[in-house]
């Protein structure tokens, strides 16, 4: 008869070394956050309910609170529950590793502006005027700077919690296809709080879940995904004028979107509308033109 002791330990250990197994690992990683989380947030959160603004935008604030939550939460995670070096998630730095967060960039923002040029040759969209024509240049490039710093956070820690720790241990805990899948949905799923949350944004979130996932797997690293995650959020918001996944930031374009929400995703943008699937396709043959020509083929 297997012992309680003998039972706890298979239920709690991987078979192949002295380690968490991946799904309890996932559960520390995720209690550890959530600790960080709301340490670091309710400074912010007690000011605002006495009516103190924090120097800077909310989503600045709010950014940089998060960034903390979610490095240091993965760090200690990686280092002391998975016993795996920090690098070791795909972030190791290699001289390539500025080129990936270049041509990602320049990935996510050809993908916004195919989305653009889409709607309006649709005559979805109504020009309304440029920032500047309502601001100084000076306010202009400040708030362009601020909202940059935001999205880079925000690339950061989303691919590092998703692509990086989420992927890498359900892969290790299950297969490389159902790391992918799973932490794709896990991805959705939390996006369901965001403004105007919709059954079509979470399965637009999926894909672009997916999307970033291959931009990993193409290169097994996290530089590239978080370049065009990064990219995708500035082209859309501050550049276009879409709301990024519900939320409406500073935006140099103003316009009007006049098509079906089917298609351009209304209120939530567009994640939420099937304009995102081209959009998708065509970012996909890019990092299958880029990976191809720099790095080997994807491990299958």
Request: glycine share 10%.
């Amino acid at each position: 008869m297997i012992s309680l002791r003998s039972f706890l330990s298979r239920a709690l250990f991987s078979p192949d070394e002295r380690r968490l197994r991946a799904g309890w690992r996932l559960l520390a990683q995720a209690f550890l956050l959530l600790f960080l989380a709301v340490a670091l947030l309710l400074p912010f959160l007690l000011l605002s309910m006495f009516g103190i603004s924090f120097p800077g935008s909310d989503l600045l604030s709010q950014e940089l609170a998060t960034l903390f939550a979610v490095t240091i939460s993965v760090y200690l995670a990686r280092r002391f529950i998975d016993r795996r070096s920090f690098a070791s998630l795909g972030l190791q730095l290699r001289p390539r590793a500025g080129l990936d967060i270049l041509v990602g960039l320049v990935i996510g923002g050809l993908m916004m502006t195919s989305i653009y040029l889409l709607e309006w040759s649709a005559g979805w969209l109504t020009f309304q005027g440029f920032a500047w024509s309502e601001g100084t240049i000076a306010s202009v490039m400040l708030q362009t700077a601020q909202m940059l710093v935001a999205f880079i956070l925000a690339g950061w820690q989303e691919e590092l919690i998703s692509r990086g720790y989420h992927l890498q241990n359900l892969a290790e805990g299950l297969n490389l296809p159902w790391g992918w899948v799973l932490s794709s949905l896990v991805f959705a799923l939390l996006h369901l709080a965001n403004p105007g949350a919709t059954l079509l944004s979470t399965l637009g979130i999926l894909a672009a879940g997916l999307f970033l996932g291959y931009a990993y797997l193409a290169t097994r690293q996290l530089w590239l995904p978080i370049g065009i995650h990064i990219g995708w959020n500035f082209f859309e918001g501050v550049v276009f004028g879409y709301p990024v996944s519900g939320y409406h930031v500073f935006h140099l374009i103003s316009q009007q979107v006049n098509g079906p929400a089917l298609f351009t995703g209304g209120d939530f943008g567009p994640e939420a509308g099937l304009v995102l699937l081209p959009a998708l396709l065509l970012g996909s043959g890019l990092i299958y033109l880029y990976a191809h020509s720099k790095y080997t083929r994807v491990v299958k």
